[in-house]
């Protein structure tokens, strides 16, 4: 099993990014997959999960703002983040039952 997230970067307050989450070892048609973050000193962060069904979740943090998707031909998920604020400011790690990948930083500062 692996797990590669890309699109991370800067962006201003306000901005949207798109993060990549491409799986390789496994279908995640069948899976729930998940995101989450983490900044230096904090503990690992739920961002947003889809199970194996379609069906969606998200933390009060970031409802409304942030959509989790996934492609099945293409082996990945997708997180897209849209009206960023500051304090979304963090590494996003996709994962996967006990798989992580080594994760994406996405800043978020003027």
């Known amino acids: 099993v692996q797990l590669v997230e890309s699109g991370g970067g800067m962006v201003q307050p306000g901005g949207s990014l798109r993060l990549s989450c491409a799986a390789s070892?496994?279908?995640?048609?069948?899976?729930?997959m998940s995101w989450f973050r983490q900044t230096p000193g904090k503990e690992r962060e739920f961002v947003a999960s889809?199970?194996?069904?379609?069906?969606?979740i998200y933390p009060n943090s970031v409802k409304g703002r942030f959509t989790i998707s996934r492609d099945n031909a293409k082996n990945t998920v997708y997180l897209q983040m849209n009206s960023l604020k500051p304090e979304d400011t963090a590494v996003y790690y996709c994962?996967?039952?006990?798989?992580w990948g080594k994760g994406t930083l996405v800043t978020v500062s003027s």
């Open positions: 994962n996967y039952n006990v798989y």
């Open positions: 889809i199970r194996w069904n379609g069906n969606t």
């Open positions: 070892g496994f279908t995640i048609s069948s899976y729930d």
